[in-house]
């Protein structure tokens, strides 16, 4: 069907009332389909970002560490540094300014290449936990 030009704007209508602008009435239905679609994840990675970083917590031991530690010990971890903690920031924070917080850190023992490999083992589900346990132990240990 040929759409109509409105003679005051130079607009195109479409042909039938109803319809979106610039939506020719053969690809209705598949415009739907696609709103539709789009809704559906926009709603489902709104509920996923919602639930993300609670189960995390809960997974690297929350409530027993507090996530100032936990940021901690994934530090340590990651940069193969036990004494790694992490720092608090004033606003604004890097990226806004300053150096991010891991630059000129050279404990890392990933090996760098096209695809980084990490240097370290995967987390499991409250081992933060055991690890800050058995470092004070050590700690104790060492001191008495």
Not at 33 to 57: N, Q, S
Not at 87 to 112: I, K, Y
């Amino acid at each position: 069907m040929a759409s109509t030009t409105d003679t005051d704007t130079g607009d195109p209508r479409p042909s039938e009332p109803g319809l979106p602008l610039g939506t020719p009435p053969a690809f209705e239905g598949m415009h739907r389909k696609i709103r539709r679609v789009c809704y559906v994840l926009l709603f489902a990675l709104v509920i996923e970002g919602a639930l993300t970083f609670p189960l995390l917590a809960i997974w690297y031991g929350f409530p027993e560490l507090s996530p100032k530690e936990i940021c901690s010990e994934l530090q340590g971890v990651a940069y193969s540094d036990n004494d790694r903690e992490c720092a608090t920031h004033s606003f604004p924070q890097p990226p806004l300014r300053g150096p991010t917080e891991p630059e000129g850190q050279t404990t890392s023992e990933d090996e760098w290449g096209v695809q980084p490999t990490p240097g370290y083992d995967s987390v499991k589900f409250r081992e933060l936990i055991e690890k800050r346990d058995e470092r004070e132990r050590d700690d104790e240990d060492d001191a008495g």
